[in-house]
């Protein structure tokens, strides 16, 4: 009975503390909403912030209208709130405007500094939302705009959040209002100076920078220790984001070069038109997406799923076709078959540009390829980590097909002596042309990475092919773990000197490295043993 009777009593006290304070925010909210008929953008901006502070539950939509052009003022300097369906609604009262609307309603105003009011405004208002994501991105519009009006919500905010993330964002958010604050104490903007620091980015660096003339001599250092602390993270940073690109860049050469690497190691065929294999498979993957856009576009998910064993049955069958018809007849001919296969990339080139035409063609990414994700600070794509996994799972699976198969043991047996494997019954040229077919549509599911990050055209293997060749050369001809170490160094080191050198600068470093490290091993990395190899 005893705690009905309390509870009746804080109900009651409730009530009536709801009924004093309503008055209060309706009287404060009027005065604030009169100043936006003033048509000053100084007005404006201090309106802003006076309904931002009222306590006001319709603060929000208020200023959310102002901020997409819904927000008019009239006669009498009252205010109306125009919603989609273009009724106006008093923005004091949220009741309907009777009658016919008000005649000379203009639109409040809005610039450059009136929109930082309102995001900063905003962000005070959503930074108690229940919604965790509505918190974090309204610390970070405090953060961004260092409106001082917000700080008491702000430290409403920090002491009831849960979340620890969300909270250190609420807490770099009020550091950044309290170090420009020339009015606060010199202890609290140096203490503001570090967490600053702490933050480590672009944004946190720009802040330390825009000291206002005249701080103090100890906040200044102790802004320029911040400064060269974010530098050096940065520079780290960069780095190591640089050796990623290098990671990717060096897959990407992987999947082009890996299946050069099998046919050059066991025919000896300079096969200029291994990039056209590489540009039928982004073409294959090109037609799956336009199929399954007109017939079935809830596939389209699976569209590169569906585009890799068609890839490599296409390059691999045109694979076959250029041996069985052009190369079987040229072996022991170097010469010759680098200018044939030179001429059959030609007749490709021509051909995918009769069918499909000159210009680029447009291959979507699939869901779970797009985006970017963050990671120790470091900005990774979905697309290019998915193209890494998808290099080495080729890489891997290649290996297991040479080691722990017949074909592989035939193939190994032809590299290594080819008329010792003639004698044992192996039918050498058949090895020779499933190798080739083998290497080309290896080419072809390469061309379908690449089509997630290239143009798809009809020069689209002509950008791989002599990085190729080099790969292969500088890791061992036929070695594919020689081909796995020759691209990944290629690719890193291209991508550590593009920042000092630049892109062409850094290209033509890497060929004049590889001419003078096989002027030391001519072999490469790796070299493959055997009988035929060493005579």
Not at 268 to 273: E, L, P
Not at 379 to 394: K, M, N, P, Q, Y
Not at 404 to 412: I, S, Y
């Given at each position: 009975m005893r705690r009905l009777h309390a509870l009746a009593l804080a109900l009651c006290a409730a009530l009536l503390t709801l009924a004093l304070t309503a008055p209060v925010h309706a009287a404060a909210l009027q005065e604030a909403l009169a100043r936006f008929a003033a048509d000053s953008y100084g007005e404006t901006e201090t309106a802003i912030g006076e309904v931002a502070q009222s306590g006001d539950p319709r603060s929000a939509e208020i200023i959310q209208a102002l901020a997409e052009g819904r927000l008019l003022y009239g006669p009498g300097r009252r205010t109306y709130i125009k919603d989609k369906s273009a009724a106006l609604f008093d923005a004091a009262t949220g009741e309907s405007a009777a009658g016919e609307p008000p005649a000379g309603l203009k639109p409040v105003r809005v610039n450059n500094r009136i929109r930082r009011?309102?995001?900063?405004?905003?962000?005070?208002?959503?930074?108690?939302?229940?919604?965790?994501?509505?918190?974090l991105e309204a610390a970070q519009a405090v953060f961004k705009s260092r409106n001082a009006a917000a700080l008491p919500t702000l430290q409403t905010a920090i002491e009831r959040e849960p979340d620890r993330r969300i909270k250190r964002v609420m807490s770099e958010a009020q550091a950044a209002i309290i170090f420009l604050a020339s009015d606060r104490p010199e202890l609290d903007r140096l203490a503001a100076a570090s967490v600053i620091a702490e933050r480590a980015d672009g944004d946190a660096q720009a802040l330390l920078r825009n000291l206002p003339p005249g701080a103090p001599e100890r906040l200044r250092e102790a802004a320029q220790r911040g400064i060269d602390q974010i530098e050096s993270r940065l520079a780290i940073l960069k780095a190591a984001q640089n050796v990623f690109y290098g990671l990717s860049l060096?897959?990407?050469?992987?999947?082009?070069?890996?299946?050069?690497?099998?046919?050059?190691?066991?025919?000896?065929?300079?096969?200029?038109?291994?990039?056209?294999?590489?540009?039928?498979?982004?073409?294959?993957?090109f037609a799956v997406q336009e199929v399954i856009r007109t017939s079935a576009p809830g596939l389209f998910d699976m569209s590169l799923l569906i585009a890799l064993p068609l890839a490599f049955l296409v390059a691999g069958g045109v694979g076959v076709a250029i041996e069985r018809t052009v190369i079987r007849f040229l072996y022991g001919r170097p010469l010759e078959t680098l200018l044939a296969t030179w001429g059959v990339s030609l007749i490709l080139q021509q051909a995918v540009r009769t069918?499909?035409?000159?210009?680029?063609?447009?291959?979507?990414?699939?869901?779970?390829?797009?985006?970017?994700?963050?990671?120790?600070?470091?900005?990774?794509?979905?697309?290019?980590?998915?193209?890494?996994?998808?290099?080495?799972?080729?890489?891997?699976?290649?290996?297991?097909?040479?080691?722990?198969?017949?074909?592989?043991?035939?193939?190994?047996?032809?590299?290594?002596?080819?008329?010792?494997?003639?004698?044992?019954?192996?039918?050498?040229?058949?090895?020779?042309?499933?190798?080739?077919?083998?290497?080309?549509?290896?080419?072809?599911?390469?061309?379908?990475?690449?089509?997630?990050?290239?143009?798809?055209?009809?020069?689209?293997?002509?950008?791989?092919?002599?990085?190729?060749?080099?790969?292969?050369?500088?890791?061992?001809?036929?070695?594919?773990?020689?081909?796995?170490?020759?691209?990944l160094t290629l690719g890193v080191a291209n991508k550590v000197l593009e920042p000092f050198a630049g892109a062409v600068l850094a290209k033509i470093l890497m060929l004049v490295f590889i001419i003078l490290f096989i002027q030391k091993r001519p072999r490469g990395l790796f070299a493959l043993k055997g009988r035929a190899v060493e005579a």
């Open positions: 009011a309102i995001e900063s405004a905003m962000g005070g208002l959503t930074l108690l939302s229940p919604d965790p994501a509505k918190r060096g897959s990407v050469l992987l999947l082009a070069a890996i299946g050069l690497a099998i046919t050059f190691g066991v025919m000896g065929i300079i096969n200029m038109a291994h990039g056209e294999m590489v540009m039928l498979g982004a073409y294959t993957t069918i499909f035409g000159p210009n680029n063609r447009e291959v979507g990414n699939p869901s779970f390829m797009s985006g970017s994700f963050e990671l120790f600070g470091i900005a990774l794509t979905w697309s290019r980590l998915w193209i890494v996994v998808f290099s080495l799972g080729v890489f891997f699976v290649l290996l297991f097909v040479l080691k722990f198969t017949a074909f592989g043991l035939r193939m190994r047996a032809v590299v290594q002596n080819r008329r010792m494997a003639a004698s044992m019954g192996i039918r050498t040229n058949w090895i020779d042309a499933a190798t080739f077919g083998l290497g080309s549509g290896i080419a072809g599911i390469a061309g379908v990475a690449l089509s997630q990050i290239d143009n798809v055209s009809p020069n689209l293997g002509q950008s791989y092919i002599i990085d190729s060749f080099m790969v292969v050369v500088f890791g061992g001809v036929g070695n594919l773990w020689g081909a796995l170490v020759g691209a």
